[in-house]
């Protein structure tokens, strides 16, 4: 089971203009609210050994594991997030001529995120997951003909979150950490690594995830760990294994259509330790709302706030001039913030920057951080900080 978690990523966000980018190594902010819902599923089509071999199913062997997930994720604060989940799982299998199977809800999980840097290039953040599952395999599956849906019992997991943006259509991500799976499995360290390819409104991730053992089995070999436990594993060895390991490349493609976003991925478990070789197929939905974090931290602030009705325009590559200056109170230096307004009255970051140049009715803008395309041919909302005393 917590192989198929940890290797999902569980969200933040970065906002690019009229899309909501997720940026896992950050957290959402404050009142910001997550809706994600993934379904996937699994075909065995060999198993690998306690040693790394590939062995063949038996003659009309076959398993099969169909995952339904629901996470919803809250912004407690501008450095917290709370993400509550539940797994429903169908698992079935076929060994040599009787076939079983089971339906039922798998676990439920809380992951506490908290932020740990951010600026204008790099983000990281630390997370805690409990998770536990809704059966006990111990005292309702002994020697039963169904097919059991997991390993049962109560797992912790702990793990190192960062990114990095290369540019605005060219991020990295990455996550380590440990995790104590239940069922008296061996501790084990986690990773997941990826690219991220933005192409408005069209993402593509890259990466590649897995576990490495720490070998703490209490068990001398999977027969015994099989044998002390005495399931109905089926045609897998996915569960109720020993010592186990795996690496799993995949590829995820979103649509990013303002707060909802939509997806397909693949990922294949290509290489492993007392696990099996097989591939996932998945579909994913999900949907944001509340407003963007705001980027402010440390002292109190007030905007006041301007529209530039598309009369914004660049100057240089980093530059941009709007139509305010001396007259609307701007001052060289003064901290500009520009926004998109869309549906729904929400406001989403798109660049932040400075006065650099200034005059009576326009204003010279060096940008800091762009964080998505600005279209200065449309209306922008302008903030620019005060700082209060």
């Not at 740990?116 to 002994?142: C, P």
């Not at 099996?276 to 440390?298: C, M, Q, R, V, W």
């Not at 001039?321 to 729904?344: A, N, R, T, V």
């Amino acid at each position: 089971m917590s192989k198929i978690w940890i290797l999902s990523f569980i969200l933040s966000n970065f906002a690019f203009a009229d899309i909501y980018f997720v940026n896992p190594s950050a957290v959402r902010g404050k009142d910001v609210f997550d809706l994600r819902l993934d379904f996937s599923v699994f075909n065995t089509q060999n198993l690998f050994d306690t040693s790394g071999n590939k062995t063949p199913l038996g003659p009309g062997d076959n398993y099969s594991m169909t995952n339904l997930d629901l996470n919803l994720i809250y912004g407690l604060s501008d450095d917290f997030d709370l993400n509550l989940g539940i797994r429903g799982r169908r698992t079935q299998s076929e060994v040599s001529i009787n076939e079983y199977k089971n339906t039922n809800f798998e676990s439920f999980w809380l992951t506490l995120k908290y932020l740990l840097s951010k600026s204008e290039r790099f983000s990281s953040s630390i997370d805690v997951l409990f998770r536990s599952t809704f059966y006990a395999n111990g005292n309702q599956m002994v020697q039963s003909q169904n097919l059991i849906l997991g390993d049962a019992g109560n797992e912790q997991a702990l793990t190192l979150n960062g990114g990095f943006k290369f540019n605005y259509n060219f991020f990295l991500f990455g996550r380590m950490g440990v995790n104590w799976p239940e069922n008296v499995l061996s501790s084990e360290g986690i990773y997941d690594f990826k690219f991220s390819l933005l192409w408005e409104p069209i993402r593509v991730d890259l990466g590649v995830g897995g576990t490495i053992s720490f070998y703490k089995s209490p068990y001398p070999s999977l027969q015994a760990a099989r044998d002390a436990f005495d399931l109905n594993t089926g045609a897998s060895n996915l569960f109720v294994s020993w010592n186990r390991q795996l690496t799993t490349p995949y590829v995820e493609i979103s649509y990013l259509n303002g707060d909802f976003n939509y997806g397909i991925n693949f990922r294949s478990i290509v290489a492993g330790k007392s696990t099996d070789n097989g591939n996932f197929i998945g579909l994913y939905f999900s949907y944001h709302t509340g407003k963007t974090a705001e980027p402010f931290k440390g002292f109190n602030y007030v905007y006041t706030d301007f529209k530039t009705l598309g009369k914004a325009s660049y100057v240089g590559k980093d530059y941009i001039k709007i139509p305010f200056g001396f007259s609307e109170d701007l001052e060289k230096g003064d901290e500009i913030y520009f926004f998109k307004e869309i549906s729904g009255g929400k406001e989403i970051l798109m660049a932040t920057g400075f006065v650099d140049e200034i005059g009576v009715d326009w204003s010279i803008i060096k940008i800091s951080e762009k964080l998505g395309r600005i279209p200065l041919g449309d209306p922008l909302l302008v903030k620019v900080l005060l700082k209060k005393n």
